[in-house]
Nanobody, 115 residues
Framework: QLVESGGGLVQAGGSLRLSCSAS???????????WAWYRQAPGKQRELVAS???????TYADSVKGRFTISRDNSRKKVYLQMDSLKPDDSAVYYC????????WGQGTQVTVSS
């Protein structure tokens, strides 16, 4: 089960830190996976925002590069997304999952950026 949290309403230029908990997953299953954050805005398809390998190597969508930072804490089985310099276009429901999208989707966390 994936549980996302940390969303909210913020003004453009502000910051938020999202958390994803996979507490029910055993560590030996969590650690090797490539974890990712996705987002879905109203009327749009879900898109990949960032991913992080077990080696801590990261990739980002061009639209968030330089503003978002993905990280992971294997001991706590958590994945984080630090979002800075937020823009109204970042408004969406944010989800975490493996890069292969192999797990049931959580409820996500709503991020709304006002102009």
């Amino acid at each position: 089960q994936l549980v996302e949290s940390g969303g909210g309403l913020v003004q453009a230029g502000g910051s938020l830190r999202l958390s994803c908990s996979a507490s029910r997953m055993i560590t030996s299953v969590f650690n090797p996976k490539v974890w990712a954050w996705y987002r879905q805005a109203p009327g749009k398809q879900r898109e990949l925002v960032a991913s992080i390998m077990s080696t801590k190597s990261t990739t980002y969508a061009d639209s968030v590069k330089g503003r978002f930072t993905i990280s992971r804490d294997n001991s706590r089985k958590k994945v984080y997304l630090q979002m800075d310099s937020l823009k109204p276009d970042d408004s969406a429901v944010y989800y975490c999952n493996t890069l292969e999208e192999t797990l049931p989707w959580g409820q996500g966390t709503q991020v709304t950026v006002s102009s």
